[in-house]
C-alpha cells in the first residue's frame, strides 16, 4: 500500500464544476502540498498547509490531520484547469509524493 | 528574478554511462532537492542539500549521488545508467528546508537511457 494515496486517479468535468480531489497518507507528516503539473513536466505549488484550510482564487485546499486526509477543491472550473494534480507529504526529511489525480475539463 | 534553472533540458545517453545534471535555484534560496519522475508514476524523492550538506535521501542505490555548491547550486550524477533510469529529473528550491517551505520547481530534465 502506498504511504500516500490520491483519488479519483482520472477525472472528467464539464466547466463550471465543482471538483474535489483526495488525498490521503498513512504516515506522520510535518506538513502537506498540493502540486499541479501541466504536460510538458513543469510543477507548481498550488497550497502548502500544516493544518486546517487555505484558499486562492478558484482552489480551496483543506486538512484534517486527526483523520490524515486532504482534499483539493476547484470551484467554477475551466479547461485551463485541465492538468494533473499531486499531493505530497513532508516525512522526516523527505517528500513523499501521491501517484497524481489527471484532470480533464471540457468546454 | 530568475526562476529554478535545471540543464540540460533533454538528453540521451548510452547504458553504462554516466550523466550529470545541474540545477541553480531561486536566488536567496539555499535549500534544493531533487526528484525522479517516471513517465506516467508521480515523482520519487532522490535528494535534498541544505546548507551543502545532505538532510535527506531517498530510497535510491549509490549509483545516484550529488552535491551542493557554495552558491546554492547543484549537481545530480548517475553512475552506470541502466535503461530504467530513463525519467524526468527535477529540482526544487526553497528559502530553507523542505518543512514549511513552498517549494519551487524548475521544468525537469529528461533523460533517455538507451
Known amino acids: 500500500k502506498n504511504e500516500v494515496e490520491q483519488s479519483p486517479q482520472n477525472l472528467t468535468a464539464q466547466e463550471g464544476e465543482f471538483i474535489t480531489i483526495n488525498c490521503s497518507y498513512s504516515v506522520g507528516i510535518s506538513a502537506l502540498h498540493w502540486l499541479q503539473q501541466h504536460p510538458g513536466g513543469g510543477i507548481v505549488s498550488l497550497f502548502m498547509?500544516?493544518?486546517g484550510k487555505k484558499k486562492h482564487g478558484r482552489l480551496i485546499a483543506t486538512i484534517n490531520i486527526q483523520e490524515k486526509h486532504s482534499s483539493l477543491h476547484i470551484t467554477a472550473s475551466h479547461p485551463r484547469d485541465s492538468a494533473v494534480y499531486i499531493c505530497?507529504?513532508?516525512?522526516?526529511?523527505?517528500?513523499?509524493f501521491g501517484t497524481g489525480t489527471r484532470l480533464q475539463v471540457f468546454p | 528574478d530568475a526562476g529554478v534553472t535545471q540543464s540540460p533540458t533533454h538528453l540521451i545517453k548510452t547504458r553504462g554511462q554516466q550523466v550529470t545534471l545541474r540545477c541553480s535555484p531561486i536566488?536567496?534560496?539555499?535549500?534544493v532537492s531533487w526528484y525522479q519522475q517516471v513517465l506516467g508514476q508521480g515523482p520519487q524523492f532522490i535528494f535534498q542539500?541544505?546548507?551543502?550538506?545532505?538532510?535527506g535521501r531517498g530510497n535510491f542505490p549509490d549509483r545516484f549521488s550529488a552535491r551542493q555548491f557554495p552558491n546554492y547550486s547543484s549537481e545530480l550524477n548517475v553512475n552506470a545508467l541502466l535503461l530504467g533510469d530513463s525519467a524526468l529529473y527535477l529540482c526544487a528550491s526553497s528559502l530553507v528546508g523542505l518543512s514549511g517551505n513552498t517549494i519551487y520547481f524548475g521544468e525537469g530534465s529528461w533523460l533517455t537511457v538507451v
Open positions: 505530497a507529504v513532508h516525512n522526516t526529511d523527505k517528500l513523499i
Open positions: 542539500y541544505y546548507e551543502k550538506e545532505e538532510r
Open positions: 498547509l500544516s493544518s
Open positions: 536566488s536567496g534560496h539555499k535549500s
